[in-house]
């Protein structure tokens, strides 16, 4: 019998109107994943986590959230989630908040030990209505605590926090994960997902453009660039060279977009004068903006083995 | 958390209703003062109305004294209260208080039992508010009058309960609640809850039978006035809850899908 996954969507379509906000996606976490959903606005990251916690029902496929549906993970305090839509009562305090909450589930941590994990224990006497932005975002995060959840789903979790406040906040995450929690979170802050995440699953258009380790996902985005102060260039002739894909010069300067960058600095080294060669990877950015750019997507093909399907 | 236990985990009893909750719910009515003036001074204001006015007074009372009026006032605060009560989730969908909700086990219908509860508990405050100014201005009864009268004009304020819970899903935040007042007004009115039906124009006669104020202000009224009981009184009463529950979860639904 094989594990049981922490959230599994098969062929999985959703649409608004004429809109294909989710437009065929197969995803498999594993329990003790952390997973980032990263992608431009529009790509369906929002969508895609609403499905999973059953906020709203695909049109075509199935999702399963350990096992089963998910309003019945949810029900039985299986499954917590932080979303920016999330909204908060005004006129009740930060302490009455958590202790309503604790008290729709079958069985919830204690309330001083959540307040305290989310870094609110000082402010709980507060009214909601007089934290900042930051605050309710940390109280969200403590209503999310209080099943102690097997899957915790994060919508732009630390949208509103400052540095501080991110840093412990993803602390008390990482915290959790090495316990066993699956984390699956969406985010456009790319160091976000580079720095938290163990697998990234970019997203555009509703489709899963690349799936992998962050390291897996920079190099699907074509290798590297390497750069030399190299006067009087020959573009034509180094736009040959194998696995080339742009050659581009500013002034003595010459960038050079390749898939091998070992034979570039070799020939630049051994039959050119060039100096100062430097290699570079590209980062996730670079990544980011290869795979959710304007051009058309690429063959979903080239994701990692094993991931996708 | 240890997934071998995945079973062990159970949903909550009673769909998540509970007692903390509804705590926490009145404890936000109290600091309420908008909530506070609708159940407590606007019954006081319209006591002092008819007893200032004596000619009003005079139309109203008819052989039963200042006792018909006050069961008038009693359950015009009791729909209001309830109404408003009811109203209440559009305030809570708009904040976006409502679908944080639904990340937890609670069940719709538990919620809705909550707010149906809790405007219920508005309206009883202020059937007693109108009886204390009620015994204090005159009206004498038996006891077991007393009790008879609040009771009904009290459980019959959940037809206004369902009525607030209509609206509220049916009308976008403040909106609902400024809705009501009129609404009520007018529906008190033409259901003869103030002056007896007999001293009002023929076709608000005709009408008034199928208010949703009518039922329950005759039913209220009937230990006061006594006579035959018409079964259509309680089928007034159960058609216009059942309708506006029914409505309620309509719309409810249509909310829950579109977000």
């Not at chain 1, 403590?142 to 993803?170: K, S």
């Not at chain 1, 390497?226 to 080339?244: C, E």
């Not at chain 1, 581009?248 to 034979?263: C, F, K, P, W, Y």
């Not at chain 2, 089928?235 to 579109?258: C, I, K, M, P, Q």
């Amino acid at each position: 019998m094989p594990a049981i996954a922490a959230v599994e969507l098969r062929g999985v379509h959703r649409t608004f109107g004429s809109v294909r906000a989710v437009d065929g996606i197969d995803l498999r976490l594993e329990l003790g994943e952390i997973a980032a959903l990263l992608g431009p606005n529009g790509a369906g990251k929002t969508t895609t986590i609403d499905m999973i916690l059953g906020l709203g029902a695909p049109d075509a496929g199935s999702v399963r959230v350990l096992g089963m549906h998910p309003r019945d993970a949810i029900s039985r305090g299986l499954v917590a989630a932080v979303l920016q839509t999330g909204g908060l009562l005004k006129d009740i305090t930060v302490r009455e908040t958590v202790r309503l909450t604790a008290s729709l589930y079958g069985e919830a941590q204690p309330v001083d030990e959540v307040l305290e994990r989310a870094g609110i224990l000082a402010i709980a006497n507060r009214l909601v209505g007089a934290c900042s932005g930051g605050e309710q975002q940390r109280l969200r995060f403590a209503l999310a605590l209080l099943p102690d959840p097997a899957l915790m789903a994060l919508d732009e979790p630390t949208a509103g926090m400052d540095v501080e406040g991110r840093r412990d906040f993803w602390t008390a995450i990482r915290h959790d994960a090495e316990r066993g929690r699956t984390v699956l979170f969406a985010t456009h802050y790319l160091e976000e997902a580079d720095a938290y995440a163990d697998r990234i699953i970019l997203l555009r258009e509703g489709r899963i453009v690349a799936d992998g380790t962050a390291a897996e996902v920079r190099s699907l985005s074509a290798g590297r660039s390497v750069r030399a102060n190299l006067a009087g260039a020959d573009q034509a002739n180094l736009s040959k060279l194998p696995g080339v894909r742009s050659v581009e010069l500013r002034g003595d300067r010459v960038l050079i977009q390749t898939t091998d960058s070992d034979a570039v600095a070799r020939y630049l080294l051994t039959a050119t004068a060039a100096r100062d060669v430097e290699v570079v990877t590209q980062n996730l950015e670079d990544a980011f903006l290869a795979l959710t750019g304007d051009d058309p997507a690429p063959d979903p093909a080239v994701t990692p083995a094993g991931r996708v399907g | 958390m240890n997934v071998e236990r995945l079973d062990d985990r159970a949903a909550p009893p009673l769909g998540g209703f509970n007692l903390t909750f509804l705590a926490i719910e009145i404890r936000r009515l109290v600091r309420n003062r908008r909530t506070l003036l609708i159940t407590i001074v606007v019954p006081v204001i319209l006591f002092e109305l008819f007893r200032v006015n004596r000619r009003l007074a005079a139309a109203s009372s008819s052989e039963f004294g200042p006792a018909f009026t006050m069961v008038g006032i009693a359950v015009y605060g009791s729909m209001l209260a309830a109404s408003a009560g009811g109203a209440r989730v559009a305030i809570e969908r708009a904040l976006g208080w409502s679908r944080q909700l639904r990340l937890t086990p609670l069940r719709p219908v538990a919620y809705i039992a909550i707010k149906l509860v809790t405007a219920m508990l508005l309206g009883l405050v202020s059937v007693i508010v109108v009886f204390a100014l009620g015994a204090n201005g005159g009206v004498d009864l038996p006891i077991g009058t007393w009790l008879a009268i609040g009771l009904l004009a009290w459980l019959t304020s959940l037809v206004f309960a369902a009525l607030g819970l209509f609206l509220g899903y049916l009308l976008p935040s403040e909106n609902a609640l400024q809705a009501i007042g009129p609404l009520v007004g007018v529906l008190s009115l033409v259901g003869g809850l103030f002056v007896p039906l007999s001293f009002m124009p023929d076709v608000v006669q005709q009408i008034a039978p199928f208010t949703p104020t009518y039922g329950v202000v005759e039913i209220a009224r009937f230990p006061l006035v006594g006579g035959s009981f018409d079964v259509l009184w309680l089928v007034n009463v159960v058609g216009w809850t059942a309708a506006f529950g029914v409505l309620a979860a309509l719309l409810f639904r249509r909310d829950t899908r579109r977000t």
